[in-house]
């Protein structure tokens, strides 16, 4: 099979041509030509056979070194993206692809451009003090988790495969002054562009208008062609699907974990896998992310940070448009996108159509009283017909981390007898509860024993995310609560940023 790329970003864009290496400033730039840098002894750890099949691609032996970085296709021009951000609320000034380099795009049978993108391949221009690397366990999370995502129906970047590297990665997991060598892994990652909100802030914030209006286009060219000459129309959709995005992470229970402005998608997908998490216990302000001391990227908070982070969007468009108003109304109108979205997820998650019945809301009250499940307790409630002279049903109560008290399962069983006079749709639920998410804890043990040298463990877990929607039985492992053992283990529940 001959691998064929295209270079349409490459020839299109304005770039820094001559490979150099070094960190440093690029300006007036939308990329910088770059190589990966090869590895020891790359090896296939995972594929994922849905991504390749975007491709049009099959496994073989060649992939490890052509996915490790160490070989470079003819037609390959890789590159690396310069871009900027807010992190935690903060103007960074220049971030940029710093261990990530797109190889190419390639474009399949069926005429869709998909980027190819190596993350941890080695350091680029934007590598700034680090070293242009990735570990496994962050790598494996990352593959794992776009992949789940998509299963889930929710719009993702991919994975395609993770290629051990056969070195070693020095990090300082805790950031306590104890690093140590990890196992390095390099992720290939599939998006029709993985263009964020950063790289048009970027040339705002530098007055690089030009370059603004040039990636501005290209971008309306290539994926709002619907949106062609009219800015405001394309930001206007950008503001919509990041609404309907964080409702649906809602929906799941998803939380990314750093929405600075550089992790968020010009195309309104999930992207850049770091500290993230799922609500094990229901629970409105549980942030993965260690360092989010101020629970900036909790659960709940997560729509008002994507339009917060849309408002740094418009800034960064308005040296092209003039007028503020315009976008100041899609900026409003976000919020009218995500409640319609939310609602209609939420209800749909008890089987009901959206009504102003107090129902929801108070089943949501009672989920943060006590630690609960939410992933457990949505999919059972499908299970649950009626209800017995006293206690809760089976299904519902092995959701609950410990022991109610007798007043709080009081409370669920006036609720319970509410709801289940209630004509539901039960196959509705059992599409929008799933039964199996990528749950860290769950992540973490792949982790582990991929480290240990089981070469099957990621295929064997990515092949349960494929049907996260499936009945599975009462004792099957996959569908249980959080183990007590995990919840303060680090990467079962929350984790730091290094990765
Ligand atoms: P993240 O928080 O992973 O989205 O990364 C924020 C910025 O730091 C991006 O510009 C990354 O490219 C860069 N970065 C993170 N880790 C590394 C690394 N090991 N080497 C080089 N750059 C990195
Ligand atoms: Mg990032």
């Not at 003090?129 to 790598?139: C, E, F, I, N, P």
Request: charged share 25%; with cysteine; net charge negative.
């Amino acid at each position: 099979m001959e691998l064929i790329f295209d270079d349409l970003w490459v020839r299109t864009l304005p770039g820094e041509q001559d490979i150099r290496p070094g960190s440093r400033q690029v300006y007036g730039q939308c990329y910088s030509r770059v190589l990966p840098t090869a590895v020891r002894k790359p090896g296939l750890i995972a594929w994922s056979a849905e991504a390749a099949q975007l491709l049009d691609w099959t496994q073989s032996p060649e992939m490890a070194e052509i996915l490790g970085g160490n070989r470079v296709l003819e037609s390959m021009k890789p590159y690396a993206a310069c871009y900027g951000g807010h992190q935690f609320g903060h103007w960074a000034g220049q971030l940029g692809d710093g261990r990530a380099m797109t190889l190419g795009e390639v474009v399949n049978g069926r005429g869709e451009r998909w980027e190819v993108q190596l993350k941890g391949a080695g350091p680029t221009p934007y590598s700034r003090r680090a070293d242009g690397r990735a570990v496994l366990r962050s790598s494996v999370r990352e593959f794992l988790c776009s992949e789940a995502m998509f299963h889930l129906g929710i719009p993702t970047t991919r994975a395609l495969a993770l290629v051990g590297t056969g070195e070693g990665v020095m990090r300082d997991m805790f950031y306590d002054g104890h690093p140590e060598l990890e196992p390095g892994a390099v992720v290939t990652r599939l998006a029709p562009t993985f263009v964020r909100f950063g790289n048009f802030e970027i040339f705002a914030s530098r007055n690089e208008v030009d370059v603004l209006r040039q990636l501005t286009e290209f971008v309306i060219e290539q994926h709002y062609p619907q949106h062609r000459g009219d800015i405001y129309a394309f930001y206007d959709e950008v503001c919509r699907r990041t609404a309907e995005l964080m409702a649906d992470w809602m929906r799941v229970g998803f939380v990314h974990g750093v929405m600075n402005t550089d992790n968020l998608s010009i195309l309104g997908w999930t992207i850049d896998y770091g500290p993230y998490g799922w609500l094990d216990p229901y629970q409105l302000d549980f942030t993965p992310n260690t360092t989010d001391r101020n629970l900036r990227y909790s659960y709940a908070n997560q729509p008002r940070i994507g339009q917060w982070n849309l408002a740094r969007l418009a800034e960064a468009l308005l040296p092209l448009v003039g007028d503020e108003k315009p976008l100041q109304a899609s900026l409003d109108h976000y919020l009218v996108h995500f409640e319609k979205r939310h609602r209609e997820n939420m209800w749909a998650k008890i089987g009901l159509p959206p009504s102003n019945d107090p129902l929801l809301a108070d089943l949501l009250n009672l989920l943060e009283d006590f630690e609960t499940d939410m992933t457990i307790f949505f999919r059972n409630l499908a299970r649950v017909r009626e209800l017995e002279a006293e206690g809760l049903p089976r299904e519902l109560s092995r959701a609950f981390y410990g022991t109610p008290s007798p007043e709080y399962i009081e409370k669920m069983r006036i609720w319970l007898l509410r709801y289940l006079g209630q004509a539901r749709d039960l196959e509705l639920m059992n599409r929008v509860n799933p039964s199996l998410i990528p749950r860290n804890y769950l992540v973490q043990q792949v982790i582990d024993r991929c480290a240990a040298g089981d070469a099957g463990a990621v295929n064997e877990f990515l092949q349960q995310l494929r049907q996260p929607y499936r009945e599975r039985a009462e004792d099957d492992p996959l569908f249980q609560p959080r183990p007590d053992w995990a919840r303060n283990r680090p990467g079962c529940s929350a984790l730091s940023c290094s990765s």
